[in-house]
Nanobody, 128 residues
Framework: QVQLVESGGGLVQAGGSLRLSCTAS????????TGWFRRAPGKEREFVAV????????YYADAIKGRFTISRDNARDTVYLQMNSLKSEDTAVYYC?????????????????????WGQGTQVTVSS
């Protein structure tokens, strides 16, 4: 049974930092691209960042580019999202998800469809 578990969320002041972790079990983590999405109150879930299985290629949403960094440690089956210079608009539930790198994956990585497994989410609240 595949399971993704997020951790590291919490309450932080604007301008502060948090590091989220996503730990996987139940499949060969290193064969999957892994991404982060978020859902703000009253909004749809949106793409944040994705990293290839080997950690070499990363894509980011424009809203967080330059402030957030995605990375992975396949030896620990874990993907991280380092979030700096946090803003109130970053307040959301953050989800990690992974999917196999099929030929179509990177055509649709900003959408939810290519991702096969999802975590339950971790709340990030940024106070202004």
């Amino acid at each position: 049974q595949v399971q993704l578990v997020e951790s590291g969320g919490g309450l932080v002041q604007a301008g502060g930092s948090l590091r989220l972790s996503c730990t996987a079990s139940g499949h060969t983590f290193s064969r999957y691209a892994t991404g982060w999405f978020r859902r703000a109150p009253g909004k749809e879930r949106e793409f944040v960042a994705v990293v290839t299985w080997n950690g070499l290629i990363k894509y980011y949403a424009d809203a967080i580019k330059g402030r957030f960094t995605i990375s992975r440690d396949n030896a620990r089956d874990t993907v991280y999202l380092q979030m700096n210079s946090l803003k109130s608009e970053d307040t959301a539930v953050y989800y990690c998800a992974d999917g196999r790198e099929t030929p179509d994956f990177y055509a649709y990585y900003r959408q939810e469809d290519p991702y096969e497994s999802w975590g339950q989410g971790t709340q990030v609240t940024v106070s202004s």
